[in-house]
């Protein structure tokens, strides 16, 4: 069982950057994939990025240049760095890890940037 939580969220200006933090409890972290979602009011969740166990990255287009994840595994933590934000990125966040079977989910952190 893995849990985890997310931290960091919060109101911003356009052209401002946010850095959301992912904390996981449990073992085996470093097998993980761990990802950042979104979902925005009346829209799917969304991919924004993904780093797999072996440090591959994957974005989103629309945050390409934008966003950074990263992950550290002695920490067991995972963490995206936003830049540039834009009112379009405004939505609930959500912390993902994902390895075989396994998919766990945090409850989320709000992420509003006003224009």
């Known amino acids: 069982q893995v849990q985890l939580v997310e931290s960091g969220g919060g109101l911003v200006q356009a052209g401002g950057s946010l850095t959301l933090s992912c904390a996981a409890s449990?073992?085996?972290?470093?097998?993980?994939?761990m990802g950042w979602y979104r979902q925005a009011p009346g829209k799917q969740r969304e991919l924004v990025a993904v780093i797999t166990s072996g440090g591959s990255t994957n974005y989103a287009n629309s945050v390409k240049g934008r966003f950074t994840i990263s992950r550290d595994n002695p920490k067991s933590t995972v963490n995206l760095q936003m830049n540039s934000l834009k009112p379009e990125d405004t939505a609930v966040y959500y912390c993902?890890?994902?390895?075989?079977?396994?998919?766990?989910w945090g409850q989320g952190t709000q992420i509003t940037v006003s224009s």
């Open positions: 449990g073992s085996f972290f470093s097998m993980y994939s």
């Open positions: 993902n890890a994902f390895w075989g079977r396994e998919d766990y």
